[in-house]
């Protein structure tokens, strides 16, 4: 059996150009066998520093990834964003695949999508 793909995770805050490093994140496999998968925050270069963006515990299934934005605005001393803790739910099909996922936000929403 092969090694999974993985799922990585890059975050930017549109807002103000810059990658969202200190963004708290979890990935949670929901189904299944419900599991939290990776937790840790964004890093300099806008990415989830994590094993599981090289496969470890990626098997197929649903996923969901949470996103903290109310801490991670708050925590930058900046007014309470419209978004709080944003949810977002994908199936991992072919667990060879990799699955990039690139988050780009404001305070007032977001744009997250499979990405290559």
């Not at 799922?7 to 810059?18: C, F, L, N, P």
């Not at 066998?33 to 098997?59: F, M």
Request: proline share 7%; glycine share 12%.
């Amino acid at each position: 059996m092969g090694k999974a793909g993985g799922i990585s995770i890059h975050a930017v805050d549109v807002s103000t150009g810059r990658v969202a490093a200190g963004l708290a994140v979890e990935l949670h496999r929901l189904e299944p066998a419900p599991a939290l998968v990776a937790t840790g925050t964004i890093g300099p270069n806008g990415l989830l520093d994590h094993p599981s963006a090289a496969g470890e515990g990626i098997t197929a299934g649903l996923y969901e990834v949470r996103f903290d934005l109310g801490a991670f605005f708050a925590a930058a001393g900046r007014e309470a964003p419209f978004l709080d803790q944003v949810p977002f739910r994908f199936h991992v099909r072919q667990v060879a695949e990799h699955y990039h996922l690139p988050f780009k936000f404001t305070p007032f929403g977001f744009s997250l999508f499979r990405g290559a």
